[in-house]
């Protein structure tokens, strides 16, 4: 299994840590396949967002897969500025949650959605067992 981080702006993110979550999770799920993270401004996920999910404005994570059955399991999307914003606002840190969208965004390449409140329930069952196991 291949991680592969995008940065092209080479903000401050904790690469180490993102890849070893990334791997734990998939292989909790028993997945091999690569992935793509990518870190992007609020300005660049407000028209992958348009453009893909016909939503306006930003988002915290997008997550695209390709469920051909090839070994390329999808991208994950984030938006560093908003977690930056959203660590201030639920007084985390900036890491913290860096992680929990990687997280999220590979429930959703796994088939996990958040669009139900059983659905939402689910997700953040996952994502708190993960959080928890990923302290470092």
Do not use: W
């Not at 292989?27 to 992007?40: A, G, N, T, W």
């Amino acid at each position: 299994m291949k991680i592969t981080i995008v940065n092209p702006k080479k903000i401050k993110i904790p690469l180490r840590k993102i890849k070893f979550l990334a791997k734990k999770v998939l292989e909790f799920f028993s997945e091999d396949r690569d992935l793509s993270i990518c870190f992007v401004d609020d300005e660049s996920m407000k028209e992958y967002n348009k453009r893909f999910c016909h939503r306006e404005g930003s988002t915290d994570v997008l997550a695209f897969s390709y469920s051909d059955g090839s070994q390329y399991l999808g991208d994950i999307v984030i938006s560093y500025d908003t977690a930056r914003n959203n660590a201030m606002i639920f007084r985390t840190n900036f890491q913290d949650e860096i992680l929990l969208y990687v997280i999220h965004g590979i429930l959703h390449l796994l088939g996990y959605d958040d669009k139900t409140p059983a659905g939402r329930k689910k997700m953040a069952t996952l994502q708190k067992r993960f959080r928890d196991k990923s302290q470092f």
